[in-house]
């Protein structure tokens, strides 16, 4: 890079974080008593925005909330388990009120990361690996999993805890999540963990119609894209839509059909290579549910670049329709934008069953910047004492926002909470 390029870089580095500032900077008056309070931010160690947007986020979430004090008070846990402890205590301070601006350090949770060899450098990092690093963790600290010694790198996020119950002919599931997911272990339980859900998939033979059973993986978040064709595109995506690309029929070829095999009595398993349909849903909805819309992408050059494109997300987000493999898909493989439910007593159950996949907009992380190597994440968070009361954080910085603003901003992260 010469120096008028580089000049220029900088330059424009230098206009876009004096725009952010006086766009979401402090407001006059800031330090002055807030009316009702206002939460506490969080300290900037070093390029630490992608830890604190996290942090802001679950400390909205009741459900996880108490998942960790009930961990933590539980007696018959007694090993060690530090990020737990610190978390529980650092997430509930988090969620008091002050009626001044104060800002805390999240510095305890960074030295128990490295503790446990998580790599973190100075540089920037992603708050969804980020996620994934602090949710590993805490599943090793619940699961007894002492063995810390191999190195944890956040440019190649991976889960090594080990677990007897775990299937060992795949202890990583092969599943559009894009994220270290582990298959379901044998006796099917998940531990009560809120962000854990099941994603089901099941492959059918088009020629005999013999279906394989039933394959469940245990995910924490649900990654999504924006297709290459929308990107640019005046037309609307919604996330529910990214949601249904998600979990799109596939068609797979070349895949040996032992039902076929046994009809026809082949020797050679070759000629009984069929066309397969793969259909994926939710086989069951986790307490809290992180959406992560993919934001960085690559082009025919193999150079990166960041897709800012808006997708419009609800506050109160509808599960029901991907929740089911044959009754709502039509035979493209699209679900419905809602489903028919009728007031019969039959479909009582169904119509019950709806209200349970509900979900409330609880936190939401976003990116400021040109690609993923830098820039600047934010968080918005609820307030738990107001219905409609939303907050803006940018590290130390908390100011209140209005839904309005929260439901127009270009979302990196969004989190639920089941109603």
């Not at 330059?11 to 807030?34: C, D, E, H, R």
């Not at 960790?68 to 978390?87: D, E, Q």
């Amino acid at each position: 890079m010469n120096n008028f390029s580089l000049i220029t870089v900088t330059g424009f580095a230098a206009v876009a974080a004096a725009l952010y500032y006086i766009l979401f900077g402090p407001k006059q008056g800031n330090s002055k008593p807030t009316k009702g309070g206002i939460y506490p931010g969080l300290d900037n160690l070093g390029n630490t925005c992608f830890l604190n947007c996290i942090l802001q986020s679950l400390a909205s979430l009741p459900a996880f909330v108490i998942y960790l004090k009930k961990t933590s008070a539980n007696p018959n846990r007694k090993h060690n388990r530090p990020l737990t402890k610190i978390l529980t205590e650092l997430l509930n301070e988090l969620s008091k009120k002050c009626s001044c601006s104060r800002s805390l350090s999240a510095s305890s949770v960074l030295e128990v990361l490295y503790r446990y060899n998580w790599i973190i450098s100075s540089e920037q990092h992603d708050a969804h690996e980020m996620y994934h690093a602090l949710l590993t963790t805490l599943l090793e600290e619940t699961e007894n999993c002492t063995n810390t010694s191999p190195n944890h790198d956040l440019n190649n996020i991976i889960s090594d805890c080990s677990n007897d119950d775990i299937d060992e002919v795949s202890e990583l599931a092969a599943t559009r999540t894009h994220a270290p997911v582990r298959t379901l272990d044998r006796k099917g339980i998940l531990g009560g963990f809120p962000f854990h859900g099941l994603l089901a998939s099941q492959m059918s033979c088009l020629k005999c119609s013999h279906k394989n059973p039933i394959r469940y993986d245990v995910f924490d978040s649900i990654s999504v894209n924006i297709p290459t064709s929308m990107q640019k595109s005046s037309l609307n995506l919604e996330l529910e839509d990214c949601i249904k690309s998600f979990l799109m029929k596939e068609y797979i070829e070349d895949v040996i059909c032992e039902n076929c095999s046994s009809k026809d009595n082949c020797k050679n398993a070759v000629t009984s290579r069929k066309t397969f349909l793969k259909e994926t849903f939710l086989g069951k909805l986790p307490q809290c549910l992180c959406v992560h819309i993919q934001r960085i992408y690559w082009n025919s050059s193999g150079c990166s670049y960041k897709c800012d494109k808006f997708v419009p997300f609800p506050p109160i987000l509808d599960m029901t329709p991907f929740t089911k493999l044959n009754q709502h898909s039509n035979h493209n493989g699209h679900y419905p934008k809602t489903l028919n439910i009728t007031t019969d007593s039959s479909n009582t159950t169904v119509s019950n069953d709806r209200k349970l996949y509900r979900y409330k907009l609880i936190a939401v992380v976003c990116h400021f910047g040109t690609d993923g190597s830098d820039g600047h994440f934010v968080s918005y968070r609820t307030d738990k004492h107001s219905n409609n009361g939303w907050y803006f954080v940018s590290d130390s910085i908390v100011r209140v926002a209005p839904l309005s603003e929260v439901l127009l901003c270009k979302a990196y992260l969004i989190f639920y909470e089941r109603l």
